[in-house]
């Protein structure tokens, strides 16, 4: 028999990767509950009794038809440089401890990125320019993020998206945002006895967070902060200093602001790192180093020296 039958057999299945069928890191096994609609969805998130079920549940979610048609067909067709690699084709489940203290909110998987290697900013441009840089800062072990199975863990850190299919040209609906929104609830309230920092990669994200975090229990302001690179939103209590009239929120940039963390919880905006953000120049490592060093200093975690505070928006 040939010794290679095996893995060839597994590379030609363009099928999504079975529950419990051996995927390094796959939370799910065959009787993982599975949901089918929208109220599943939100039955299964809210019974979800810790991170590890909940990850195990939303990576077999096919509540929603077009991404699932779509994560699928991407899985069998596949692009010409991964050819021989076989895909993942399922919802990408967060990534990261279970008691983290930053939380890193993205848009949702590449379709070639994270619909292939079954781990969220993995496996695309976007994903090696995060992790670069959350390794820099002291918040993961590895500086690159290649495959569900090289090693990578992150430091006090977890790794969500608004949702977590692989969406057509990269742009989920409001109606699919909506759909996918009590997973991200359900990560909100498990991470709240640890959670001190939230970084916001790009608009839709941030869109999507706030009314995830008014469900989860947290106080957010209204109306809803704008978004912006840099801009730092602190929940709850804060020390302010004499003279600071704030009213239980600061909003502002990185640099200048009037209040310091204290028991509530810094919600960060920055800049998607996109290949056309990143081409552009529209973020450069130092900004997304800013930021993300920022987020850590907050928790209490990581950090490098010379790393933190921005020069302002962008």
């Keep these: 028999m040939d010794e290679h039958a095996g893995c060839f057999d597994q590379v030609e299945d363009r099928r999504p990767v079975v529950p419990g069928s051996g995927w390094p890191g796959d939370p799910a096994s065959a009787g993982t509950a599975v949901a089918g609609t929208v109220s599943d969805v939100e039955r299964l998130a809210v019974t979800a009794c810790d991170a590890a079920e909940l990850d195990a549940r939303m990576s077999v979610c096919r509540a929603c038809p077009r991404l699932v048609d779509w994560r699928e067909q991407v899985a069998g067709l596949r692009r010409a440089a991964f050819a021989g690699e076989r895909y993942w084709g399922r919802p990408v489940p967060s990534f990261g401890p279970a008691d983290a203290r930053v939380l890193i909110v993205g848009l949702a998987p590449a379709a070639h990125g994270g619909n292939r290697t079954g781990r969220i900013f993995?496996?695309?441009?976007?994903?090696?320019?995060?992790?670069?840089?959350?390794?820099?800062?002291?918040?993961?072990?590895?500086?690159?993020?290649?495959?569900?199975?090289?090693?990578?863990?992150?430091?006090?850190?977890?790794?969500?998206?608004?949702?977590?299919?692989?969406?057509?040209?990269?742009?989920?609906?409001?109606?699919?945002?909506?759909?996918?929104?009590?997973?991200?609830?359900?990560?909100?309230?498990?991470?709240?006895?640890?959670?001190?920092?939230?970084?916001?990669?790009?608009?839709?994200?941030?869109?999507?967070?706030?009314?995830?975090?008014?469900?989860?229990?947290?106080?957010?302001?209204s109306p809803r902060p704008a978004f912006g690179h840099a801009r730092r939103v602190v929940l709850g209590d804060v020390a302010v200093p004499a003279g600071a009239a704030v009213s239980g929120f600061e909003i502002g940039s990185v640099k200048g602001r009037v209040a310091e963390h204290g028991a509530g919880l810094v919600v960060l905006g920055c800049y998607h790192p996109s290949q056309q953000n990143t081409f552009t120049g529209r973020v450069t490592t130092q900004m997304l180093d800013a930021v993300l060093g920022d987020a850590a200093g907050v928790a209490g975690v990581g950090g490098v020296d010379g790393v933190g505070g921005v020069d302002g928006e962008k």
């Excluded at 109606?175 to 916001?200: K, Y």
Aim: charge should be positive; proline fraction near 8%.
């Design 122 to 221: 993995t496996g695309d441009r976007s994903g090696d320019w995060l992790f670069a840089s959350l390794y820099r800062v002291g918040l993961a072990e590895l500086p690159t993020s290649v495959s569900a199975g090289d090693g990578q863990r992150l430091v006090a850190t977890r790794v969500v998206a608004a949702v977590r299919c692989a969406p057509p040209a990269n742009k989920p609906t409001t109606t699919e945002r909506d759909a996918c929104r009590a997973w991200l609830v359900r990560d909100l309230e498990l991470l709240r006895p640890t959670l001190r920092a939230v970084v916001v990669l790009g608009g839709f994200a941030w869109t999507a967070l706030w009314p995830a975090l008014a469900r989860a229990g947290y106080p957010v302001p």
